[in-house]
């Protein structure tokens, strides 16, 4: 009899004791699941910080209206330049390029899997159409240099070696599957009765695609087509390989240009000496590349929400 009250008893004390650890463990998830959940809010005030202060101390020997309205940039002459005007022009032609070429056919390839494709042919299209965004961009920068280039100078004869298009046309395709993809989701979350009052109506399948389909998905296609140009601004190995050093301040897309990514390579893999005024450009030219990612991801979720559309 005393045997199984001590068996009983300890049973409880074991229970006790499991039940103040497991009681201890849920207490300490929060803060667990909150210490992660901190780590990337560090890491970009962190980035934050690392690049404030470097840029602080660049302008402190360049004048900000020099940098921001200068359209020479010569680093390295014995008297240097540091307008940025140059490597912003380069940044958005080539964005723009990529943005003519991603945008139809990204725009007409959502259109097809969404409202024309069977699913079977959706389940195999898709798949295939998101392997090109698995593709390293380095590989792209090469297919820009060997291929495209070569190919363009076939046709267009004038054009330079390293030039501004062939790489915007390659970054283009590389951003077909972002804006496929993600307008695709966007057109496919539209309700089918949505779709069948159209018909009901007489409208045809193309008539119910871009007067009621379209219409209802435009907050998802315009952030797809934000978050797309933010991609092609922050490109970095395709324009380096394939458009060139050259700081050219022009609109012909002929010419070689540089972009801003393109310049932090060049300076970080040259032989800017640390705390030289060359070195510190390359926080400040990162600083403005930050800026305009951050003001196309914040205009991407101002259009989400200004035109979500609720069913």
Known sequence: MTSRSESVQDMIEQKRKSKNLSSLFEKLIPSILFLFALIS?????????????????????????????????????????????PLINGTIMSSLIAMLVAGPIGMMAAIYLSEYASDRVRRTLKPMLEILAGIPTIVYGFFAFTFVTPLLRSIWPSIDATNILSPGIVMGVMIIPMIASLSEDAMSSVPNSIREGAFALGATKLESTFKVVIPAALSGIIASFILGISRAIGETMIVTIASGSSKNFTFDITQS???????????????????????????????????????????????????????
């Open 41 to 85: 809010i560090l890491t970009t005030i962190g980035i934050i910080y690392t690049l404030l202060s470097e840029t602080i101390e660049f302008f402190k020997r360049v004048p900000i209206t020099e940098f921001f309205t200068g359209t020479v940039l010569k680093p390295l002459s014995q008297n240097p330049e540091f307008g940025i005007l």
């Open 257 to 311: 240009m540089q972009t801003m990514t393109a310049y932090i390579v060049e300076v970080a893999g040259g032989e800017a000496p640390a705390g030289s005024t060359i070195y510190f450009s390359l926080y400040a030219v990162a600083m403005t590349l930050f800026v305009f990612t951050l003001l196309m991801n914040l205009l991407a979720r101002y259009v989400s929400r200004k035109f979500r559309e609720e069913y």
